[in-house]
């Protein structure tokens, strides 16, 4: 079975400056997708990015980016520029891409973490 | 494109009580997920449908919940009876399926539960 593992419960930043936050997981698939979501108070979990496993490149969403390390199963979150809507809980999550047609598609998600942004 | 509506938002009921949420996902969306969320924790995956049948049911404590999705579009999960370590947040899911669809779901915004 998949695990995901985010080690660091709380990060605060200063607004303006730039955070990563850690993710490793572990896994014996060789095609998965790995993504990163933000959930604020209101509950809902928005994806910030995603990652395909094949590809080589870290994915770049705006201020976000992705320090992919297939080798040593580490996923990081780089936010640049943070702002203060940017503090909410953070969590990684593994697919397996072993299906396109729904089984095994589901997330296995890491425990979080809280992320504050200082004025 | 109109999100994942949940219903209701909020509920606080006693143990041993019994409790229905519903969630309706996106026009079109094949797979719908019930992730339970506890208190500082990750969503946990109860139970995935892929049209109106179940893929994945694992991880749903049989004897206490249930859930279905008729006519593959809107589902309900029911707890009965309840007990307290069921306090969580409850989150519905859907995703398309299919070669070019593999990333991500969209997520309703949850109902939060409380068992007193």
């Known amino acids: 079975a998949q695990t995901v593992t985010q080690s660091q419960p709380e990060m605060s930043v200063q607004e303006a400056e730039t955070v990563t936050l850690s993710c490793t997981y572990d896994?014996?698939?060789?095609?998965?997708?790995l993504f990163w979501y933000k959930q604020p108070p209101s509950r809902q979990m928005i994806l910030v990015i995603r990652?395909?496993?094949?590809?080589?490149q870290n994915a770049t969403e705006n201020r976000f980016s992705v320090n992919f390390q297939k080798a040593a199963k580490s996923f990081s979150l780089k936010i640049s520029d943070s702002q203060l809507g940017d503090a909410a809980m953070y969590f990684c999550?593994?697919?397996?891409?072993?299906?396109?047609?729904?089984?095994?598609?589901?997330?296995?998600f890491g425990k979080g973490i809280t992320l504050s942004v200082r004025p | 494109e109109a999100g994942v509506a949940q219903s209701p938002r909020y509920k606080i009921i006693e143990k041993r009580q019994s409790v229905a949420f519903w969630c309706n996902p996106i026009?079109?969306?094949?797979?719908l997920y019930w992730y339970q969320q506890i208190l500082g924790q990750g969503p946990k995956l109860l139970i995935q449908?892929?049209?109106?049948?179940?893929?994945?049911d694992s991880q749903l404590p049989k004897d206490r919940f249930s859930a279905e999705r008729l006519k593959g579009v809107d589902s309900t999960l029911k707890i009965q009876p309840a007990k307290l370590e069921d306090s969580a947040v409850y989150l519905c899911a859907s995703s398309r399926t299919g070669v070019g669809f593999g990333y991500g779901y969209t997520f309703g915004s949850g109902t939060r539960l409380t068992v007193v």
């Open positions: 896994t014996s698939e060789s095609d998965y997708y």
């Open positions: 026009s079109g969306h094949a797979t």
């Open positions: 449908f892929q049209n109106n049948g179940v893929v994945d």
């Open positions: 990652q395909e496993a094949y590809k080589q």
């Open positions: 999550a593994y697919r397996s891409g072993a299906s396109y047609t729904g089984a095994n598609s589901k997330l296995t």
